[in-house]
């Protein structure tokens, strides 16, 4: 079987890039071409966990919200109070429905008082803001933008972009961002990015641009060993961080994975936004289900998974494992398990695996 070529499935302005440094595979994130390993899963986790990795990551698309009631929809849009948010700075949001099912989970970016970017995951916003935008009548275009992301993850991370960029790098918060030209390359740099080994998203503003982008930054992370690799299973898991769309259902709120952090209910204009009134109810009520880490007996590594396993006790259903890898630092497979808020860490359960039943217990997430 092959690929079909075709215009719906995007490239990102790095995919020779990638062809080049050996992509071993590809998925597809917001209709784009997002590579999905370079054949060395064990090495890759390792360069990301003890040097540096950088990663194609054009796929996470900006849905640009621009007028004079960008700011307006901007926090019609998102359960957090955007109202101290500075240009310059990115704030992670728990996009809902109506309903209060979490349907994104992007970086919501202030560039500045008119204009805004949603970092997505893979859904589209840009339908869903522009019809909001035109049902309370407000006045703000919404449009995806000629960006692309591309990440430099891990320890050493900073090393490359001091050298890049200047020793003023060192001094970026987390999520903040600048508007910064390399070499004639219109760029913002951004300290952000899917892995928690710390590191910087360099957001290229003109496609034109993007193998000279990637060969500029591999050149300068030459010293450091740097190598191709794209958001990583392995960590991302050990990590805690959760995968919009693998790890949710069409009915999973933000206070069932460990989003409630970033949701705020109660600010001046939190009446207007999308899906307050079931997400008071639900934190009043308690959210049905909640998400823990699953530890699964026996140490022989077993291969990710595409699909949800059902999780029981006593051959009751309890939730769903909705992710799984092998921990290369723990040496146990782990996952992530959606289960009734009666289960605790600590707990026993069962893993269906088709006929097979694997014995595993709860844990707190992230992983220790
Ligand atoms: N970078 C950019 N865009 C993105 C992602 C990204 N869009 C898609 C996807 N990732 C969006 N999802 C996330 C999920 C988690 C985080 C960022 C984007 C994240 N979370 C930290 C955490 O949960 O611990 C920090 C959150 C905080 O403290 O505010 O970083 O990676 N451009």
């Known amino acids: 079987m092959q690929f079909t070529p075709h215009t719906r499935i995007r ?23 997002l590579p999905a390993g370079y054949g060395d899963p064990e090495g890759e986790y390792w360069r990301l966990r003890r040097g540096v990795s950088m990663w194609d990551v054009a796929a996470q698309r900006q849905v640009e919200l621009r007028g004079p009631d960008a700011g307006k929809l901007a926090q019609i849009l998102a359960p957090r109070d955007l109202s101290r948010c500075a240009a310059g700075q990115g704030k992670y949001v728990a996009l809902c ?72 790098t060192r001094g970026m918060k987390y999520f903040h961002f600048r508007r910064a030209d390399l070499d004639r390359m219109p760029l913002l740099l951004a300290r952000s990015g899917w892995s928690k080994q710390g590191g910087f998203e360099i957001y290229l503003l003109d496609r034109a641009h993007g193998m000279r982008l990637w060969n500029t930054v591999a050149e300068a992370g030459a010293a450091w060993d740097i190598a191709a690799g794209s958001p990583n299973a392995n960590e991302r898991i050990e990590s805690g961080l959760l995968s919009w769309g693998g790890d949710t259902d069409d009915a999973t709120n933000p206070f069932e994975v460990r989003l409630g952090k970033f949701v705020d209910l109660d600010f001046d204009g939190a009446d207007e936004v999308v899906g307050i009134d079931a997400l008071r109810r639900i934190r009043r009520d308690g959210p049905a289900r909640h998400q823990l880490g699953v530890i699964l007996d026996g140490d022989a590594p077993a291969p990710p998974h595409p699909l949800w396993y059902d ?14 890898i092998w921990s290369y630092r723990l040496a146990r497979n782990i996952g992530f398990g959606l289960v009734a808020r009666d289960m605790t860490a600590g707990m026993r359960v069962e893993v269906v695996k088709g006929d097979a039943r694997i014995g595993a217990t709860l844990t707190v997430l992230p992983f220790a």
């Open 11 to 33: 490239r990102s302005p790095f995919f020779e890039a990638t062809v080049s440094a050996g992509a071993a595979g590809f998925t597809t994130y917001n209709h784009m071409l």
């Open 97 to 168: 429905n109506h309903a209060g099912a979490l349907i994104n989970d992007p970086i919501a970016l202030k560039l500045d008082d008119d204009t805004y970017w949603f970092s997505i995951a893979d859904s589209n916003i840009l339908f869903w803001a522009r019809a909001i935008a035109a049902e309370r009548r407000l006045d703000a275009a919404v449009t995806e933008p000629d960006v692309s992301p591309l990440a430099v993850q891990g320890p050493q991370a900073a090393e490359v972009i001091a050298a890049l960029f200047g020793e003023w």
């Open 311 to 324: 999780i029981t006790v006593d051959g009751r259903k309890v939730g769903d494992m909705t992710c799984g």
